[in-house]
């Protein structure tokens, strides 16, 4: 379910209306039912709309609380749990990207027609600074001794704690920062996550509705971007550190005291550990979960599955280091001797 304090939620809609809108058959199901949000499968409840992909679904689907849950024409689920109304459709994405479209239509540009600069209804506390040209949203609440500088664009109903620090340029929305966050100039936080439903006339965008959360001292560096969940949430642990131009997509969780050194990339749906610590230029797959202590060499390709924590790792994919290291040493000993005989 969406924070309605970031999104306006345009439901309900009667069941009949929804199918019409997003190419869904309702089956034998009451037409007159109102469906009033949408959610993900497990965290949906009676009235709300889900989705599942299909086999790979097939657990939480069997579990869900949804009322209403979008499925493939050819999925056959073993049961369905008792008061789940089942929708098929030809594309389970493009009918989900639809459906919140209709719930939420252009959520991301709700503010931009505002006139005024700090909108009536934000709440400052004592001794908070501005710089100049700083725009705050509707609904937001920024705590007491928190300085921002100049030109940050804070969004509507975001939430920033005591004692922070935003640079200049910074961009937050849909998030909830704790205290005593610094966040360096140009970071763009909270923007919306790459997800898109493919098809032969292209891509189409799934809103993201979802919230991004930074816990009590966390540090972005300069020129970072943090998505927002996609309908859940993208977590940033107590006093994890985050260097320059790191990007964190949707979904990510990560624990607490975590450090991440320049120009990483996090695919989305990532699950890190407490203490984990990575060098530059890390990339890591879409649902990987690294355990807590793991620390990753500078370049190191992280596949989705689970990297024990603990240890330390290497190389593409990531592997322990000492085995990484005998493989390079071995791999340059080869070239040597290769380049040796052609020399012969």
């Known amino acids: ?27 034998g199901a009451d037409t ?51 008061g789940l109304i089942v929708l098929r459709c030809e594309s389970v994405p493009h009918a989900f990207a639809a459906a919140a479209n209709l719930f939420y239509p252009e959520t ?29 949203g509707a609904g937001v609440e920024i705590g007491e001794g928190t300085r921002i500088g100049a030109n940050a664009v804070i969004g509507r109903g975001v939430a920033i704690g ?34 898109y439903a493919s098809g032969a006339r292209g891509h189409v965008q799934i809103p993201q509705l979802g919230r991004l959360i930074l816990q009590d001292r966390v540090e972005i560096g300069a020129g970072c971007t943090f998505d927002r ?4 949430d993208t977590v940033i642990g107590e006093g994890s550190k985050f260097d320059n131009m790191v990007h964190i997509g949707h979904n990510n969780h990560f624990g ?17 550990g407490d203490f984990v610590a990575s060098g530059g230029q890390i990339g890591v797959a879409d649902h990987a979960h690294i355990g807590s202590g793991a620390r990753l060499a500078g370049r190191t390709g992280v596949m989705p599955g689970e990297l024990p924590g603990g240890k330390d790792y ?31």
Not at 1 to 22: H, Q, S
Not at 322 to 344: I, Y
């Open 1 to 27: 379910m969406a924070d309605p304090r970031f999104y306006d939620n345009r439901g309900p809609f009667t069941l009949a209306e929804l199918c019409a809108r997003i190419g869904a058959e309702p089956g």
């Open 32 to 82: 007159s039912a109102l469906v009033a949000d949408v959610a993900s499968l497990d965290g949906a409840g009676p009235g709300q709309l889900a989705f599942c992909a299909g086999k790979t679904h097939a657990k939480a689907f069997a579990q869900s609380g949804a009322g209403f849950c979008l499925i493939p024409k050819d999925f056959a689920p073993a049961s369905i749990p008792p």
């Open 108 to 136: 991301d540009f709700a503010d931009v027609e505002r006139a005024s600069a700090i909108d009536t209804s934000a709440k400052l506390g004592a001794g908070v600074k501005l710089g100049p040209g700083v725009v705050i």
């Open 162 to 195: 005591r004692n922070s620090r935003i640079g200049p340029n910074v961009t937050i929305s849909y998030c909830y920062a704790g205290d005593g966050v610094v966040i360096y100039s140009g970071a763009q936080l909270g923007q919306p996550g790459f997800g």
């Open 229 to 232: 969940g996609a309908l859940g």
């Open 256 to 272: 607490r005291h975590c450090l991440i050194a320049a120009q990483a990339g996090f695919a989305g749906s990532c699950e890190v």
């Open 314 to 344: 290497g190389g593409v994919p990531a592997r322990p280091i000492k085995e990484w290291a005998r493989e390079v040493a071995a791999l340059k000993n080869l070239a040597k001797r290769r380049g040796k005989k052609n020399d012969d």
